[in-house]
């Protein structure tokens, strides 16, 4: 159980243009959803909190308007890219909390993004 | 404000050496927890421990330890008798407030163990 996914697993696009990246869980229903980002040998670091139904909270220096993130249902959030940069490159991580098991933090394979 | 300090930032082992990951953390919480990953090359973090504050006990799984001192601030991590497979980057990671707020992690430790 506590299965979570990302789709795509990895995505190219040209510069100036919008990504969108889901992160699901399968089999549990996330009131919690973070974002985080992972630069080349880099540590993760917490982008958003996103809250179903509410609007996300986002870390110090990450850009609201650049980093959209919906979390329209209890298994469903999304973090749209806009306009994306080649220094937006990076490897996207989501992660899912389950009411049931409010200790955890059940992590998505990941989406690597490379911006051209 | 929480931190989590991984000063060894690669270690290179042969097959079969122990090692063992430091980790020391920095929090003004008295309930927090703090967890190892492994983050192998394709790059999905694998949760390996989750030990809250209040259980100083240390905990063996298998080949996997983690020595959890207070006093020190510090949970590290050991790996006994190396495996090709183990070679990886491991994430030491701290929440506060009871474990439902965001994790704070390490910079991290890029073991290779070669055969």
């Known amino acids: 159980g506590a299965v979570v996914s990302q789709h795509p697993s990895w995505v190219i696009c040209k510069s100036g243009t919008s990504v969108k990246i889901e992160c699901r869980s399968l089999d549990f229903q996330a009131t919690t959803m973070f974002w985080y980002r992972q630069f080349p040998k880099q540590s993760l670091m917490l982008m958003a909190t996103s809250n179903e139904g509410s609007k996300a909270t986002y870390e110090q220096g990450v850009e609201k308007d650049k980093f959209l993130i919906n979390h329209a249902s209890l298994t469903l959030s999304t973090l749209t890219v806009t306009s994306a940069h080649p220094e937006d490159s990076s490897f996207y991580i989501c992660?899912?909390?389950?009411?049931?098991?409010?200790?955890?933090?059940?992590f998505g394979p990941g989406t690597r993004l490379t911006v051209l | 404000a929480q931190k989590v300090t991984q000063a060894q930032t690669e270690i290179s082992v042969v097959e079969k050496e122990d090692v063992t990951l430091d980790c020391v953390y920095e929090t003004r919480d008295t309930t927090y927890y703090l967890f190892w990953y492994k983050q192998p090359p394709s790059g999905e973090l694998v949760f390996l421990i989750r030990?809250?504050?209040?259980?100083?006990q240390n905990e063996i799984s298998g080949r996997y330890s983690w020595n959890f001192q207070k006093s020190t601030s510090s949970f590290n991590f050991t790996i006994t008798a190396s495996q090709v497979v183990d070679s990886a980057v491991y994430f030491c990671a701290l929440s506060e407030g009871g474990g439902s707020e965001k994790l704070v992690f390490g910079k991290g430790m890029k073991l290779t163990v070669n055969p």
């Open positions: 030990r809250n504050s209040f259980d100083e």
């Open positions: 992660s899912a909390r389950s009411p049931s098991r409010p200790n955890e933090q059940f």
